[in-house]
């Protein structure tokens, strides 16, 4: 369950404080219109990924007696996580310069995560591979990886809007530039464990 519960902390937190669209309207929201405004825009993933979630979950347990195509699902997470672990830890500086905007509510932060191809690359190649795996074991370690993503996910970008309400200089500090490049390392070394895996069920490799 320990394994479950530290993956959702560090994928969730990682997805947290990247920048995206999502984070951009977070900012935005939170600069334009107060900090409650950011976080309602903050809680939006929490509606939007439950289809994508379920629908992810379907098709692997369809394809769950094919090692191959796990295999290769598992390669393709190893992939994204590298990917994403890269991007965090070449992170910059983010500059705030956001145009006048009218007022937007939870709905149009629905709006802005469903349409990110972001959640879907990561609950198809990484986040239901996952579920599937905690379900095998039991729901504790199921609960565990969902509550623990969802809780540093949302946290994260109502921590990043409480903080960009009392000072815009938050992203361009050391402390938000720390955080990133760790979680990049975390992340590289969770894409390792997911390629290691992949060649395994793949019986690459063997003697």
């Known amino acids: 369950m320990f394994d479950f519960l530290t993956a959702g902390l560090v994928l969730g937190l990682s997805a947290g404080f990247s920048p995206g669209p999502l984070l951009m309207l977070v900012i935005s929201e939170t600069l334009h219109h107060g900090t409650r405004s950011g976080v309602r825009v903050a809680l939006s ?3 939007t990924d439950l ?3 379920l ?3 379907l098709l692997l347990v369809k394809v769950s007696g094919y090692h191959g195509v796990l295999g290769g699902v598992s390669l393709a997470g190893g ?3 590298l990917a994403t672990g890269w991007e965090s830890l070449r ?3 983010v500059q705030l ?3 006048k905007e009218p007022p937007k509510s939870l709905r149009k932060g629905v709006l802005t995560n469903f349409l990110s191809p ?12 996952l579920l599937t795996k905690s379900l095998n074991i039991g729901w504790t370690a199921f609960f565990a990886f969902v509550g623990s993503f969802y809780l540093s996910l949302v946290g994260a970008k109502i921590v990043l809007a409480v903080a960009v309400g009392r000072s815009k200089a938050f992203l361009s500090g050391r402390l938000y530039l720390f955080i990133m490049r760790l979680l990049g390392g975390l992340l590289v070394l969770f894409a390792l464990l997911l390629f290691k ?3 395994e069920l793949l019986g690459l490799f063997r003697g």
């Open 118 to 129: 972001h959640p879907y690359l990561f609950w198809i190649t990484v986040g239901a591979p």
């Open 91 to 93: 992170t910059r500086p």
């Open 197 to 199: 895996e992949g060649v």
């Open 79 to 81: 992939l994204f996580v």
């Open 97 to 99: 310069d956001l145009p």
């Open 55 to 57: 629908a992810t979950l």
């Open 45 to 47: 993933p929490v509606i």
């Open 51 to 53: 289809p994508i979630v």
